[in-house]
Structures are given as C-alpha cells and as structure tokens.
C-alpha cells in the first residue's frame, strides 16, 4: 500500500470517528468466507465499508475506532492500554498459509496499514463484553454485514449479538451505514484517480470489443471479448454482471442471459463496467450488429444521444437530481414527439422507464443517501460521481408505437463527476456518436 492510499484510509478513519462524536464506539465486522458449494468459496470479496475504513482484504477481520479511546489491558505488555483505533486479524498460521496464502499477522498492520493497534482476531471475545462498552453512549454496528458473517468471527460474535438485547437499554445502539454513506458521497482526489482508472478501462474495452460485433456472434462472446479486456488491462473484476442485450432483449433493462445469437439488423445493447481496486465504472452502449443502424434504429438513437448529451450539460452544483430526470424525460418525450414515435406524449413513461441516473463508487449503485425523507436534499454537490443513462425501449407489441420501432432498445450512459460549473465525464473515450460508430466498425472488418 502506498503512501497516498495510506493516507486516504487513515484520514477516512479520522473523519468517521469525529461524525460518530465523544463518548462514541464502533465495531466495524470485515467479510467471511462465503460457501458456493461443498467445500468451494467463492472469490473473497471485502465489505466496502470496511475497505474503505482500512483498505484490507483479508477475510475475518474487525476494526474498531473510539474518538475517546478504547480502553482494555493488555496481557503482553501487562498494563492498562488506550488505543484510538484496533484492528483484529486472522493469526500467522504457516500450515493454513500454504493452502491460502500468507496472512499479513497482527505485528504487521501498523507498518502495512497505518492503523495503531492491532490484535489476532482470537482475542475478539475478551472485547466483545459489556465491560467494554461502559462509559460510552453510542456503539455503532454495521449490522447487515454482522447478521451474515460465517465462521470463526461468526462464533466469536454469536454471544455479543445475543448480548446486544441487554446493552440496548444502556447504550445507544446505531448502524454505521448511515454515516459512511454520507462521507462516501463526495469522492476525493484519490478516489477519482481509481474512478478515472476503471473508467478508462472500460472505455478501451469496449471500444476493443465493437471491433468484433458481427452477425452470428453470441451475446456471451460479446461479454468474453469484454472481460478479456477488462482483466488484461488491470481490473480487479466486474462491477457488475455484464448485459450484452441484442435484439428485443435489450427491452429487459437487466437482461443478464446473454446466451442469444446476435442477428443481422438487430442492436445490441452493452451495459457493463470494469472495477479498479474496489471502484466501479458503469457504461452502456448501443450498437448496430451488421455495422450500419437502420433509419428506424438511427431516430430512437439520436433522441437517447440527444438527452445523454443535454443532461451532462446541465449537470453541476447545485441542480437537483429529480429536476435532471424531468429535464432527461422532457427531451425524449419531445424527441419521440418530433419524430412521430409517440403521438401522445403524456404516454412517454411507458418508454423511458427508469431514472436518469444514480451515484457511483465503490458501489455501481453507490450506498450514499438518497432522498427518502425531508431531512436529505437531492441538489447534486461538488465530487458527486454520478452516472447519465437516458434510455428508449419498444418492446414487441408496444401499441402506441408504430411497429417499425418494434424491438428497439437504446440507452446510452456515462459516469461523471459533478463540479461547481459543470461535471467531468469519466467514460467520455467510449465511442458514442453514430458517424465514429459506424467507422469503428466498418475499419474493424476491412
């Protein structure tokens, strides 16, 4: 881990205990290992959160941060000890580290990760005890990922859940999320450097794969050419489950099949994104099978275009995420209109569907406060990134549509971050304009 990411990790440590306040706890659970079947995991995952309190990726892991300190004793050094912040990990096992590999052990993580005090995760039960919890206020829990912990922490933890209904009355009881949520809205610099990262790697990926489209093709040969990239050039995994939509397919906004044949004539919808350590990027592109869109295609495009390009015009500081969506639904509902689509252009909701986009970090729909009550406005603020994604979709047996328009499926999105002018678009090195499309494609095959 260098310096700058050092950095990042302690100042988000920082920055959480003071939002918690004085007199507060918290009790930070990492991932465990997840059964796929018999005696296979599947790929460890770290929890978000904790990665972002920590940036460590083992598994069995605890952090917890005090403002005031926790207070414990300390069987080595044989006396009373206040640490800030303690972070439990597997213990150095050399048989174990031969079938899994090497454990960074309690005695490294200050030099490796900057946190203060470290402690093999055996001795998490001797601090999960109501002695620990006296003087404080508030302890703070990230309790979906503590209801679904497995293995030795699930043990080491059963006999605190149990005890959390006697402490309850004691000591305010609080989730987590809350508070990581609203430090994660706004990206720092770090974080948009690995946000650029994922961006330009998805971008190159799937400029790499429209080379290849061509009739005959399966969907899930379009999602191969699209991991290859993604994997050669550096990323950690997918965002998220890729969809290669063709056809009427892409009228399913999360088709994730993709075991169909792409056919001369048809679109094919593309959205997926790459991950850069932990950081995702979000992209979708429509493209024409044969090389060419249609007339029919080529309309619905222009509209979808037109409202993608409008709304990351609008969108900078201080403009409303709800006024964005209205602005996006007026231009495709006066698109369809103007193009005789859609008479009645009180029926455009029936088309577009869904929002014009969400925020995105180290989640695709990133795990920041969204506007469900008063208290939380939806002004977009600077270091929001947040994603562009207006879309069209003409199911077969759409009755307001002409059938010609049958089938149609475009969206066309992008990642950006939010300035106080004006915002930055991550992904804008993927090909998007009809003319470079076409080009792409028709130099592909000469």
Request: proline share 2%; charged share 30%.
């Amino acid at each position: 881990m260098n310096k700058e990411q050092l950095d990042f990790h302690k100042t988000r440590r920082h920055e959480f205990s003071r939002l918690m306040g004085e007199d507060s706890i918290a009790i930070i659970f990492g991932n465990t290992h997840i059964n796929k079947s018999y005696d296979a995991n599947y790929n460890f995952r770290q929890h978000k959160n904790f990665y972002y309190l920590t940036g460590f990726l083992e598994a069995d892991s605890v952090l917890m941060l005090s403002q005031n300190g926790i207070k414990y004793f300390d069987y080595d050094r044989k006396k009373e000890t206040v640490s800030k912040e303690i972070l439990f990990v597997q213990e150095k096992d050399e048989t174990k580290e031969t079938w899994t590999g090497v454990r960074l052990g309690a005695d490294k993580v200050k030099q490796e990760l900057g946190i203060a005090d470290a402690k093999d995760n055996f001795d998490l039960p001797d601090f999960l005890n109501y002695n620990l919890f006296k003087g404080y206020k508030r302890l703070f829990i990230n309790f979906a990922d503590l209801i679904s912990l497995t293995g030795e922490i699930k043990e080491f933890a059963t006999q605190f859940v149990d005890g959390l209904r006697s402490l309850a009355p004691s000591i305010q009881i609080l989730d987590s999320s809350f508070i990581l949520g609203k430090m994660r809205r706004r990206k720092t610099t770090y974080e948009l450097k690995l946000m650029q990262c994922a961006a330009d790697i998805s971008a190159n990926s799937f400029n790499e794969t429209l080379k290849k489209i061509k009739p005959g093709m399966a969907e899930y040969q379009v999602q191969a050419n699209l991991e290859y990239h993604y994997k050669f050039n550096g990323s950690s995994d997918n965002a998220y489950p890729p969809i290669c939509a063709s056809g009427n397919h892409a009228n399913i906004l999360h088709y994730e099949e993709n075991n169909d044949t792409l056919k001369e004539g048809d679109l094919i919808l593309i959205d997926s994104g790459a991950e850069y350590d932990y950081y995702c990027s979000d992209i979708t592109r429509t493209f024409p099978v044969s090389g060419k869109f249609s007339k029919e295609q080529k309309e619905v495009y222009e509209i979808v275009l037109d409202a993608n390009k409008q709304c990351i015009k609008k969108a900078k500081e201080g403009v409303k995420f709800d006024d964005l969506k209205n602005f996006c639904d007026k231009v495709l509902a006066e698109g369809m209109a103007s193009k005789g689509i859609l008479k009645n252009k009180k029926l455009y909701k029936k088309y577009t569907i869904h929002g014009v986009g969400h925020h995105i970090g180290l989640d695709t729909h990133d795990a920041v406060p969204y506007r469900l009550n008063k208290e939380l406005d939806d002004k977009l603020v600077v270091g929001d990134v947040i994603t562009i994604e207006p879309g069209l979709y003409f199911p077969i047996g759409s009755k307001d549509i002409p059938k010609k328009y049958w089938g149609i499926g475009v969206r066309v999105e992008d990642d950006v971050v939010i300035g106080k002018n004006g915002c930055l678009n991550l992904t804008k090195n993927a090909v998007k304009e009809i003319d470079d499309i076409e080009k792409f494609m028709s130099e592909s095959k000469q």
